[in-house]
Each structure stands twice: as C-alpha cells, then as structure tokens.
C-alpha cells in the first residue's frame, strides 16, 4: 500500500521533480553520438506489447534512439547514435516510472538487443512490455467546494470515481482548480490532494480540499519606473496605469495580470517589465484588497530604421523609417516612413539600361516608373484603459501588382481600430478613403470589362477617382512560432467593400472575402506537416453570387501564382491568360468590299502574358518541412504539392468554363515541387521548383500597336478565326468595329520537355 499527502503543495513538488528527473531523457545522460571502440550503431528502434500508449509516445520516454533516417537510408549525412548498455538499463526505469505514473503499477518492461545483418555492425533495441491492469480510483473526496462550487467544476475536469489512478491527469486537474480560482478573484486558492494506493486490490482513494481563500479585489496599483542612465523619467504612472488595461477596483484575475505585462512589452517602450502580486498581499490571508507591483525599465523613445536590399519583382528597393514612440506624451506612438521600390529600372532610376534587375520586371509594363511610399500613422496604444488601439494614418503611394495594375494614390488616409478579444484574437476594423487612379493592360479592360476603345478605356484608368473602402480583419493565431511554425493553426478573415454611400465612386462598388486557413503538426524530431486553403471572392453591386459581376478595379481582383501560392506558375499566372502578340497581324476580306479581318496564326510569338485574375479564388498548399541535414538551425528543405485556381464567375473569359460544383475534376491545376529555405536576419530566404504540367490555356490575343502622329493607339483583336469586322475611320486609321468580343482560340506554342515544365519561383518571408 502506497500513502501520499499534499500539504501546500511542497512535499508533492519535490517528489514530482524527483520523478520527472527519473523519467525524462532529457536530463538523463546523452546517449553517444559517436561510435568508438567497438560501439554499435541503433538501426531501428521498436516497442511490444503496448497497448495503451502508441510507441511514438513512448520513444519520446527513453533516452536510447534510433540514427536519423537519412543516415539509415543513404548512409550519408543525418546523426548516428550508437547504444549506451547504461543507458538502456535506465530506459527500463523510465518506462517503468512513466506507465506508474499513469496508474499501471504491475507493468514490467524487458529489453532484446539483436545483431542487424546488414554489413554495418548495427542493432535492433526492442522493448517488450506487459502492462497489466491499471489501479483505479475507488473513492474520490472533494471538500471545501462551498461558494466555488461553480467554478471548480469537476465534471469538465473529467475527475470521477472508476477512473484510472493517473498521477499526471489529476495533477493537471489540480492546475486548472488553482488557475480557476485564481483567475476569478482568489489570488490564494490552492488545492492540497491526498492519496491512498492498494496495490493488491488496485484500487485507490483520492482526497482533493479546496482553500480558495478570501474573494479578493485589486486595492492599489504601485509603479516604480526605472529611467535611462543619466536620463529623467519620462512616462507618468498615469500613462503606465492607462496602459496595464487593469484597474484599482477590479476583480483580481492572473490572466488580466499576464495580459497587461504583456501589454507594456507590446508598447516597445520598456527594457524591462515585471507586474505582479505584491508578496504582502499574497500572505494576508484575511484581506479582501490585494496590491500590484509593476516594476518597467525604461527604454530608448526614438527609433531610426533604414533598411535597403535587392528582390526579383522589385530590383533595388530601400526603406528609411522614424518613429517617435512617446508622440506629445501618453504613449502615442508616431511612425514617418517612406520607401522606394523598381531602382535600377523604373524611371527616373534606370542605370545601365535596367540590366542589374531581374530579367523578369522587363515583362511587367507598370515597373518602368518607380514604385514609392511616403506616411504618417498615429497610433494610441490603448483607448480608456482598455484592449482597443485607435489608429489614424495619410500616405501617398504608386505600388504595381506584377502584369496586373499600377495603383497611383495621390493622397489617402485610414482611421483604424484594433481590438483584442482574446490572448490569440484580434479583430481590426477600418475606413480608407483614396484619391487617385488604376492603370491596367489594355488587353484585360477590353477582354474583362469591354472597354475596347481608348476613349472608354480613359474613363477608368486616366481621371483620379475617390475610392473608400471599410474593411475588417479578424485573426486568430495558435502557432508555436510565428516565422517557422511546427504545432497549430492560423485563421485569417478578410472583408473590405466600396459603395457610394460611404464615399466611394459610383463606379467603384464592390464586396470582396478573403479566407485563409492554415495548419501545422510536427511528425518527428526535424520534420514538419504544414497544409493551407485559400478562398476568395468578389462580388459586384447585387452582392449576390448568380448575377454578372460589375467593374471590379484592377486592384482589388482576385490573383495566383508565384512563390507564396501555387509554386508551379510565376506570379499571378494562374488562370486565364490574354496575349500580347510580338508580330504584327495579316488582314483578310471582310463580308463587305470596306471591311477586313484581322489575325495572327497559332504559330506567332508572344510578347507578353497579361494575367486576368477573376472574382473567385481557390489555394490549396501541402508542405513537408524536413531540417536539413547540413546546418539544420538555418536550413530547411521542403517537398510541396500546391493546387489552385481563380476565375471570372458569370463570364467566360479564357478558354475554359468553369463550374463551381466540378471544380475539384475541372478546374484545380495541381503542381508538386522541392524548395530549400534559408533563414535570414531579414526573413526566410526561399528558393522553389515547381513542376507544371499543364500547357498555357488557349486565350484572346491582341496587338497593341505604338501611338502614331496623331496620337492614335489601337488594341486590335487578333485571335485566329475572329470575326471583328474592321474600317477605316474617317483619319484614316484602321479601326476595329465595337460590340463584339475577342474569341479566346489562340493558343500559344510550348516546348513540352521535362524543363520547360519546372517553374522557379523566388521569395523574402514566411509563405504561409
């Protein structure tokens, strides 16, 4: 019979250490990693009998592993661990104590150590156990419940009588009693737990009392501000006060207490940061007010970054930023940055006729002006005291999305609204409102929005339009690692609309969702499961998902494709397609003596590739992440598999149709691939191949011709077999008749060998 006793939790602490210390491999001696003197490699490792615990669970028990795959595989690379004979004696002990510890008190455990034929001198390590019959618990008391009852509810805890006598499950019972109490209003609760254990008979007697002491309330708060050397102070308690989101008068809570240090590390103003319960406060035990510390080190108030470096799409690009995080007193934070982009290539930049830069920007029309950005953002850290952060931002901007728009913002401002829910929620709500215009290809007007001619095209691209926009965001993030994830999920909503009535243009009027789910799982010591979904919609005027979607601007279409989507295409090159033709047209006879047709055979070049996005959006990524076997702190290889889509719903525009109810069989383009990530001071460096095994869809393709001396730039029309009947106008420019669309039957010519299928894809930052 076995006896055990809580009182303050003490006693109980220093017998629980002394078993972890047992069990875990970890503290344990490290087993060699090197082979001498006759040592034998472990080639396998395995576990039998087991019934209660999977093996995987067990392994991570034991100090005595298997080498790395890679080494077992190939024989290269990877970590080779021989057998330690102390070790594996102590294995035996530490299994022991584990399955014990989860109330099976007669489990025995026996080792075989067998010779492995394979030329190498390795063994195979098995551990053969018997489990036997658990103790279970016969009798379990609870005293001391009175007025927290309610909130020590045992039923959720999942304590009953007929349970296994498991140590490490009541254990965490107990913390959450404690954590419960503590988090409504009982800075001392405590739970002392008793234990009886028949070995014979196997069963157990459980005796938990609560102390949850005196309801308590938080009576005052003491700052003590520690300034820089030679400095004088700069922030007031009030300011500190306003900021913990924790008053005099509340009920005490450990979570608010956790919550508002959290708070003031978030700020950025402090080196150091400690709140808690004064010591005081915690022994009277008679007293209902309690008192809390907060103790801050002040740090440096002004910050200069300047940041420059190189990028595929973007050529030389530098940022420069000022921030001034005591703005005027209170905490408010005053952020100045501006930041160019496209140096070397856009104008008024270019140096050496572009050749620094990528080959790549030379096909996106809208890098041959410089990309720039210059604003102001006032940001309060806490509004009343409380989890909402107001923010008020002016910029102005030129940003390009590649092949796609060119966004010019001569001025634009937001007012913004941050609010925390909960530790790993947070909801954003915002108002933009914009002056300024939207370049996009001719082509994709024409094709997308039927704006054929110049003059219909200039109504949209060439008069600055007013463009508000309220939005939200709502995130949830449960990740271990917020740059290389292993364990959790990430949940992102996206919501922004444009209407007339909060300010927008009537023309520009839209309903755009944006959801992003992703979810990560370690499967082993240095390998990683990571998988993500991306839907997206846009919807026009009617708000409904049957009815023809309007003008969407450029902008605020939906696009995939490149190194943080579908990896087997370049960027924004998933989906439909218009063509720019390299060759000139041949003309043939119309149906009338002054008409001609225009066309291109199937055979001519392409120019360029206009991508068309659409209104309807799906991603999908699956992603093994394995730790390279040569600098594995800093390298990371990755096999992916990525499928996706995006398309016009209500309107065909390329060569396909797609059809939301098939669009696993009909419309998913799926492209597997390799990557390598590097791990930088600026962000992972990533590096991927992707394998495309579909050829370019057949699409409209135009020729845009170069303005002559009057000024006139056509977009004619070439597709094979068209049926657009063109004139001369009265200039006498040929011209093509309006009304009818350009038929998506070219389809470009490509090599179909195994390296014209691999796409190289490049990029700064998590993906995903």
Not at 168 to 188: C, E, H, V, Y
Not at 377 to 402: A, D, M, N
Not at 507 to 524: H, W
Not at 579 to 606: C, K, Q, W
């Amino acid at each position: 019979m076995i006896v055990c006793r809580r009182r303050g939790g003490a006693r109980y602490r220093v017998a629980l250490i002394a078993a972890l210390l047992a069990a875990s491999p970890v503290i344990a001696h490290a087993q060699s990693l090197e082979c001498e003197g006759g040592e034998r490699e472990v080639r396998s490792l395995e576990f039998r009998g087991n019934t209660v615990f999977r093996a995987s669970d067990l392994a991570l028990r034991v100090s005595t592993t298997p080498s790395e795959l890679v080494r077992r595989v190939i024989r290269v690379g990877g970590s080779k661990h021989c057998l330690d004979s102390d070790e594996l004696r102590l294995d035996v002990g530490r299994l022991r104590v584990f399955y014990r510890r989860h109330g099976y008190f007669s489990t025995r455990v026996d080792t075989a150590v067998v010779p492995v034929l394979d030329g190498y001198g390795g063994v195979r390590v098995t551990f053969q156990l018997r489990e036997g019959e658990p103790v279970r618990v016969d009798t379990l008391r609870l005293t001391g419940l009175g007025e927290v009852a309610g909130i020590v509810d045992t039923l959720s805890l999942r304590l009953s009588r007929g349970m296994i006598f498991d140590v490490t499950r009541i254990q965490t019972a107990i913390d959450s009693m404690k954590a419960r109490l503590r988090n409504n209003g009982f800075p001392r609760g405590d739970v002392n737990a008793g234990y009886r254990v028949d070995t014979l008979s196997r069963l157990a007697v459980v005796n938990l009392d609560i102390l949850p002491g005196v309801l308590a309330h938080i009576g005052s708060i003491r700052v003590s501000d520690d300034p820089l050397p030679g400095t004088p102070r700069r922030l007031g308690d009030a300011t500190i006060r306003r900021l913990l989101g924790v008053h005099e008068g509340d009920l005490y809570r450990e979570r608010d207490v956790i919550d508002a240090q959290r708070t003031l590390y978030q700020t950025d103003l402090f080196r150091h940061v400690e709140v808690a319960l004064a010591v005081d406060s915690a022994k009277a035990s008679g007293d209902s007010l309690v008192q809390l510390n907060v103790v801050v080190a002040e740090g440096y108030l002004r910050q200069l970054d300047t940041e420059g470096g190189w990028a595929v799409l973007d050529c030389f690009k530098a940022r420069v930023q000022l921030i001034d995080k005591n703005f005027l007193g209170n905490a408010r934070r005053l952020d100045l940055s501006a930041q160019v982009s496209k140096i070397g290539y856009g104008q008024p930049t270019r140096i050496a006729s572009g050749n620094l830069c990528a080959p790549a920007i030379r096909a996106d029309t809208f890098s041959a002006r410089l990309n720039y950005f210059t604003g102001a953002t006032v940001r309060l850290p806490s509004l009343f005291g409380t989890r909402t952060s107001p923010t008020l931002s002016i910029y102005s901007e030129r940003r390009g999305e590649y092949q796609a728009f060119l966004r010019t913002t001569l001025v634009g401002g937001e007012a913004s609204v941050t609010h925390e829910l909960f530790d790993d929620i947070s909801i954003r709500l915002a108002y933009s409102l914009e002056y300024g215009r939207t370049e996009a290809q001719p082509a994709l007007l024409c094709a997308v929005f039927n704006r054929c001619d110049a003059e219909s095209r200039a109504l949209i691209t060439d008069r600055n339009r007013p463009l508000a926009v309220a939005s939200s965001h709502v995130e949830r993030l449960r990740v271990d690692n917020s740059i290389n994830p292993r364990s959790g999920t990430a949940l992102r909503l996206d919501v922004r609309g444009a209407a007339r009535e909060i300010g927008s243009d009537p023309e520009i009027q839209f309903l755009k969702g944006l959801l992003d789910a992703s979810v990560y799982r370690p499967a082993g010591a240095s390998f990683t499961l990571a998988a993500r979904v991306r839907l997206g919609t846009v919807l026009g005027r009617t708000l409904s998902f049957g009815e023809p979607v309007g003008f969407i601007p450029p902008q605020e279409r939906l696009y995939a494709g490149g190194a943080a989507s579908v990896r087997g295409y370049q960027q924004n090159e998933l989906g439909d397609l218009i063509y720019i033709a390299e060759n000139t047209f041949v003309t043939h006879p119309g149906s009338t003596a002054d008409t001609v047709y225009l066309d291109v055979p199937d055979t001519s070049r392409v120019r360029r590739v206009v991508p068309i996005g659409g209104n309807s959006l799906i991603v999908a990524n699956f992603e093994a992440r394995l730790r390279s076997p040569f600098y594995p702190e800093l390298v990371q290889l990755t096999l992916f598999a990525d499928a996706g889509d995006v398309w016009q719903r209500g309107r065909r525009v390329g060569g396909s149709d797609h059809k939301a109810s098939a669009l696993w069989l009909n419309g998913l383009k799926w492209t597997p691939g390799v990557g390598i990530r590097v791990f930088t001071p600026v962000g992972p460096f990533q590096a991927n191949v992707g394998y495309n095994p579909f050829a370019r869809p057949s699409g409209a393709i135009y020729y845009d011709q170069v303005p002559n001396a009057q000024g006139f730039a056509p977009l004619y029309c070439v597709s094979p077999g068209n049926r657009i009947p063109a004139v001369q106008n009265a200039a006498g420019n040929l011209e093509q008749l309006s009304g009818s669309s350009c038929p998506a039957t070219f389809r470009p010519a490509q090599s179909r060998t195994f390296l014209s299928r691999l796409t190289v894809t490049f990029s700064i930052g998590p993906d995903f």
